[in-house]
């Protein structure tokens, strides 16, 4: 069974810019996270999917960020304008409801974002 | 309100050592789950463990241990005979209902020859 797969693995861009990251959750899992993880830091759930639905967003900065997942399957999440404090590693995840609790998540290998 | 603390930042151990990382957790949630990942330097979380609230026995998986009590709301990972290839930072992290992980600031584990 195929991973979490998420692109692309490294970006570096000016502050102002604008960059978009992809996720390729595990096929057949309806439930797709997002999370910010800053150097030193635990990861921090920035919004969750459940298939093309936004289930939690409070932690997500709407004013520079945003999020979809327009069929249900992969995702993007874009920044536009980005901040150097938004330099960190974003990670995609994906859970299946047919497991039942606790919907174990599955990470992918992250997208790691420098802000010069 | 959820929490997850790690107290240890960093700890380092000469390989065959044996080592406890410490995890300390508040919620007010009667059923949670607690979970246990190893992230190495490529950067992808791997999955150790996970716990339910209901269930206080200890785990023990090859070299790998946890002990949870509930009673001072700590899960705490033990590894014995440390090896270099355990080298990484590790999460420790609470989930209640609703699917929501809460990591713990990690703790650096390095492990020298």
């Known amino acids: 069974e195929a991973g979490v797969a998420q692109s692309p693995r490294y970006k570096i861009i000016e502050k102002r810019q604008s960059v978009a990251f992809w996720c390729n959750p595990i096929s057949g899992h309806a439930t797709l996270y997002w999370y910010q993880q800053i150097l030193g830091q635990g990861p921090k759930l920035l919004i969750q999917f459940q298939n093309n639905g936004v289930v939690d967003d409070s932690q997500l900065p709407k004013d520079r960020f945003s999020a979809e997942r327009l069929k249900g399957v992969d995702s993007t999440l874009k920044i536009q304008p980005a901040k150097l404090e938004d330099s960190a590693v974003y990670l995609c995840?994906?859970?299946?409801?047919?497991?039942?609790?606790?919907?174990?998540?599955?990470f992918g290998p992250g997208t790691r974002l420098t802000v010069t | 309100a959820q929490k997850v603390t790690q107290a240890q930042t960093e700890i380092s151990v000469v390989e065959k050592e044996d080592v406890t990382l410490d995890c300390v957790y508040e919620?007010?949630?009667?059923?949670?789950?607690l979970f246990w990942y190893k992230q190495p330097p490529s950067g992808e979380l791997v999955f150790l463990i996970r716990r339910n609230s209901f269930d206080e026995q200890n785990e023990i998986s090859g070299r790998y241990s946890w002990n949870f009590q509930k009673s001072t709301s700590s899960f705490n990972f033990t590894i014995t005979a440390s090896q270099v290839v355990d080298s990484a930072v590790y999460f420790c992290a609470l989930k209640r209902a609703g699917n929501m992980l809460t990591f713990g600031g990690g703790t650096r584990l390095m492990v020298k020859p």
């Open positions: 919620t007010r949630d009667t059923t949670y789950y």
């Open positions: 995840a994906s859970s299946s409801i047919r497991q039942g609790p606790p919907y174990e998540q599955y």
